[in-house]
């Protein structure tokens, strides 16, 4: 089935779309497909259970806190010229002179948090809402990540520990 | 390294250039880096036609340049590494693996290409939480991959043989005799 010998392009113009060695091939992914979402779910939290705040990170330090019950933001030592607060938004400045930015807004009653604008050049990162227990929102170009945080529960997790 | 190969490989890279940032201005599929890739069809049709090492710059100079022009530099990270994994391993099961398909070829490299960008994205950026959508990657790596292999397996059955580097000798059977070479 898979014999060493080298194929050029008139081999190729020969072939037929569907070969007798694809059939293990996709059998195999397939089946590695499905063996990657049972070991995925069980770490899969879909509820807002137990969500108590937000970490703001910038480039994987973090930068600034937020909690739902005292609703109030807590910015780390270092990050006091990189973080503005207003009222329920948060911005996040990636350069000196403040010219690279993303604003998130935060939903207090439904526990969510969405970037509502962005300076970088995708833009993929706005209008990106997080409401559920683990979920987050990156912004490659300017090294953001908005993570929820919330209570493990009594569940194994072998996937984030 | 004949010029008219080194002529294609450029315009091929060029066109998967382009593809890869038109591809870009249109969001995500379903969760944050799904893409199909259609740039990878000229990469893979230019490894076929014209070798490995053309397929290999034509996918390098997508990566690198792709990059640089959307803005994103820090995406070569992950997809460059993953990349060139994902052709090599494409590569090998089309050229070696006698009873494989393009098709079949190609559904393997753009899975593992979404793999492995994702696994690359969790660690360069220390978001562990992205591993949950590393399975949904692979779905839609199989159906970029189905895609991109059509597109090829069809490119080489119907285009004309010159544009193949492909020449018939006087009792019209197959020569790959490229001139200049």
Known sequence: ?161 | MSVKKIALCGILSALALISFMIENLFPPLLIPGGKIGVANIFVIFAALVLGFKYGLFALTFKSVLGSVFIGNVSAILYSLPAGIISYVLQVALIFYAKRVSIIAASVVGGTVNSILQGITFCIVTATREYVVFIPYLALIGILGGAIVGTTVYLLIKFLPDRFLFIHRSENNTFNNNIKGE
């Open chain 1, 1 to 161: 089935m898979f014999r060493l010998i080298k194929k050029d392009a008139k081999d190729f113009k020969s072939d037929k779309p569907f070969l007798q060695a694809d059939i293990l091939i996709y059998s195999l992914i397939i089946l590695s497909v499905l063996l990657s979402f049972l070991l995925i779910f069980p770490s899969n939290r879909t509820s807002a259970y137990g969500i108590y705040g937000l970490d703001f990170y910038c480039g994987n330090e973090l930068a600034a806190t937020y909690r739902f019950a005292e609703r109030k933001f807590s910015i780390k030592n270092g990050f006091t010229d990189k973080v503005f607060i207003d009222e329920n938004k948060i911005t996040v400045y990636f350069n000196e002179n403040q010219t690279e930015y993303n604003v998130i807004e935060i939903d207090d009653e439904h526990k969510k948090a969405s970037v509502i604008y962005s300076t970088c050049a995708g833009h993929d990162c706005e209008q990106t809402t997080v409401s559920k227990n683990g979920g987050f929102i990156y912004c490659a170009p300017h090294k953001l990540k908005v993570v929820i945080c919330g209570d493990v529960g009594n569940y194994s997790d072998p996937v984030t520990g």
